[in-house]
């Protein structure tokens, strides 16, 4: 019952689980603790009646019930959490590396009006981030 309810539903990092009860705990465990469902060392532990689990990566997470027997009777959960995939922009670094100035090469020839190329336009500041698109843009005017 538990399984079938966490595979209906999408989980992502940061997102909460709560667990109400009474009498019980709350154990977050390995695959093999969660199937043979005894752990003597869960990831997670709480068996405070009111417990809300924070999932702080992607990965398989395995739930069970810390009382004997529960387990055994079907009280164990799998979550599948999934990473997310908006990026964070990246602060600025204080050790960036120095930008080349701009650079032409000298013997691009004028491009003719019949050739349709951007490949001789300058390229502005030459940096480690944007050198394999400035080897994409020379490689032809080298082999032209």
Request: proline fraction near 11%; charged fraction near 15%.
């Amino acid at each position: 019952m538990y399984n079938q309810w966490a595979s209906q539903n999408r989980f992502k990092v940061d997102d909460t689980l709560r667990f109400k009860y009474s009498k019980d705990s709350v154990l977050v465990v390995s695959e093999e603790e969660y199937e043979s469902c005894r752990s003597t060392k869960p990831l997670f532990f709480s068996n405070n009646g009111d417990t809300v689990f924070k999932f702080e990566h992607p990965g398989v997470y395995y739930f069970i019930s810390g009382v004997r027997g529960h387990c055994d009777k079907g009280q164990k959960m799998i979550v599948k959490v999934l990473a997310v995939h908006n990026p964070k922009p990246e602060p600025p670094h204080s050790h960036s590396p120095a930008a080349a100035p701009a650079f032409t090469p000298a013997s691009t020839p004028a491009p003719s009006p019949s050739h349709h190329s951007n490949a001789a336009r300058p390229i502005p500041l030459l940096s480690i981030t944007n050198l394999p698109l400035f080897l994409i843009l020379l490689l032809p005017m080298l082999f032209a």
